[in-house]
């Protein structure tokens, strides 16, 4: 064999490179195909059985995928939960983009002490931050005892809780942090040289940001926003502990079918239906994250 057969040594170090990175990638992979796609079949093959009391089923149908789409109450409950969800996302994200902005300029030695208090509530569990929202909220609780003392209002508020605006308020805190961390990756990562260009070129902070630093800023906004989407369409907890009737997402009712109803394969459809839609909204996030980034 020629000198020239021979692999070079740069050749076998990027072999093993790889071997050594597919090897470090197969524990996770394994996981998400035994965890993830094996329980989202698992739940796709469960809506199509009939329910007979058994957790295989008898048989294949598509009753539980007609029922679902026929009835225009689960429609109505799903349009509510996006509805709910967008509000939430919206709200999120507002009001983290500001925190996120003063974090990756303005901050400067307290980014370390900022960004670890905003990572502090995920030191208590959700159910006592909803909770806490809950006491808030109350009849007799935190903000109605302000208002009275104050003297701004004679009697306590009824507006406050088991309201879709106490589900929203009390999930865009909760998410709070899940919105935060990515815009200010995204605006940390933004090359402080393209501010200073245009501040030479004569444009105004104002214009420097709407040119500058919101379109560069936008694949974390957009990725903050799917973070905070997604999982707020199918939560039922929020729902249940601070909202009420009007407020019932379609979490809840699935929920309800894996539990006091008993069936399993109308939930798993109710569940397809939504991962359906879920996913439509990727893809669009997807869409519009491509486009963003065409421009920057």
Not at 111 to 125: A, K, Q
Not at 192 to 204: F, N, Q, V, Y
Request: glycine share 8%; net charge positive; proline share 6%.
């Amino acid at each position: 064999m020629t000198a020239a057969a021979l692999p070079s040594p740069n050749a076998t170090s990027e072999h093993r490179r790889r071997l050594f990175g597919a090897a470090m990638m197969l524990p996770g992979a394994l996981a998400s195909l035994v965890l993830v796609l094996f329980a989202l079949g698992a739940v796709l093959a469960l809506g199509f059985r009939r329910n007979d009391g058994t957790l295989a089923g008898a048989g294949f149908t598509l009753d539980n995928f007609a029922a679902a789409l026929g009835d225009p109450l689960y429609g109505a409950v799903l349009l509510r939960s996006l509805a709910i969800a967008g509000l939430v996302t919206l709200a999120t994200v507002a009001t983290a983009y500001p925190v996120s902005y003063y974090i990756a300029f303005h901050a400067g030695r307290r980014r370390g002490l900022i960004l670890f208090l905003v990572t502090l509530p995920f030191w208590t569990s959700y159910l006592l931050r909803v909770f806490a929202w809950k006491i808030v909220l109350a009849f007799n609780g935190v903000l109605n005892s302000a208002l009275l003392t104050s003297g701004l209002t004679a009697e306590p508020i009824l507006a406050f809780l088991n309201t879709p605006a106490a589900v929203v308020v009390t999930l865009a805190h909760a998410y709070a942090a899940f919105a935060i961390l990515p815009i200010y990756v995204a605006l940390d990562t933004i090359p402080r040289s393209l501010l200073e260009a245009a501040g030479d070129l004569g444009a105004r902070p104002f214009t420097t940001f709407r040119r500058v630093v919101l379109p560069l800023s936008m694949p974390g906004v957009l990725s903050a926003a799917l973070v905070v989407f997604v999982p707020t369409v199918g939560d039922y907890v929020t729902p249940a502990l601070v909202g009420g009737p009007a407020s019932t997402m379609i979490g809840s009712i699935i929920q309800a079918q894996f539990g006091k109803a008993d069936d399993w394969p109308f939930g798993a459809a109710l569940s397809v239906l939504v991962m359906l839609v879920i996913l439509a909204v990727v893809l669009a996030a997807r869409a519009g994250d491509r486009r963003w980034g065409s421009r920057t």
